[in-house]
């Protein structure tokens, strides 16, 4: 448990089920989505540890420091901006079949036309998902800086 009061495991287990059910949501096969940086997506990845995933808050926690998760996945498919508004209603729906708070957080611009949603996981999980032009899903996934990670037992050397 953390200081936060939210369980470590389901602060993962949201997180998990984020950029999963997130990509899987757009429609199109995990094969076009990457990180950033160019490391091809793959969902079973997220299984098991994640520590891939995480970052130091900056905080120190009773027994060691505070992690949180994050993950931006971008894909590669092109839309039209006819396609936005019904791409981004495909993973509003799905998030609010899993439960989640789901709003509106910027209307696209005439000099940066697109649509973006965000939602929040029960564990506080915020997930962001934008279709716009240039016309690619990009999806950004954080975790609230409550996730303790024990350090590592030892250190693997290169």
């Given at each position: 448990?953390?200081?936060?009061?939210?369980?470590?495991?389901?602060?993962?287990?949201?997180?998990?089920?984020?950029?999963?059910?997130?990509?899987?949501?757009?429609?199109?096969g995990?094969?076009?989505?990457?990180?950033?940086?160019?490391?091809?997506?793959?969902?079973s990845?997220?299984?098991?540890n994640?520590?891939?995933?995480?970052?130091?808050?900056?905080?120190?926690?009773?027994?060691?420091?505070?992690?949180?998760y994050?993950?931006?996945?971008?894909?590669?498919?092109?839309?039209?901006?006819?396609?936005?508004?019904?791409?981004?209603?495909?993973?509003?729906?799905?998030?609010e079949?899993?439960?989640?708070?789901?709003?509106?957080?910027?209307?696209?611009?005439?000099?940066?036309?697109?649509?973006?949603?965000?939602?929040?996981t029960?564990?506080?999980?915020?997930?962001?998902y934008?279709v716009s032009?240039?016309?690619?899903?990009?999806?950004?996934?954080?975790?609230?800086?409550?996730?303790?990670?024990?350090?590592?037992s030892?250190?693997?050397?290169?």
């Amino acid at each position: 448990m953390s200081d936060s009061g939210v369980k470590v495991e389901a602060v993962q287990d949201d997180f998990r089920t984020a950029v999963q059910e997130t990509v899987k949501a757009t429609g199109v096969g995990p094969h076009y989505f990457k990180y950033q940086g160019g490391r091809p997506y793959e969902a079973s990845e997220l299984d098991n540890n994640i520590d891939i995933f995480s970052a130091v808050c900056g905080g120190n926690a009773k027994d060691g420091f505070e992690y949180k998760y994050s993950a931006p996945v971008e894909g590669n498919k092109k839309y039209s901006a006819d396609e936005w508004e019904p791409q981004s209603e495909k993973i509003r729906a799905r998030w609010e079949s899993l439960g989640w708070e789901v709003k509106n957080v910027a209307p696209g611009t005439k000099d940066a036309p697109g649509i973006t949603i965000g939602a929040s996981t029960p564990a506080g999980v915020t997930v962001l998902y934008s279709v716009s032009e240039g016309g690619v899903d990009y999806i950004d996934i954080s975790s609230p800086c409550s996730a303790e990670i024990p350090a590592p037992s030892s250190a693997s050397a290169s």
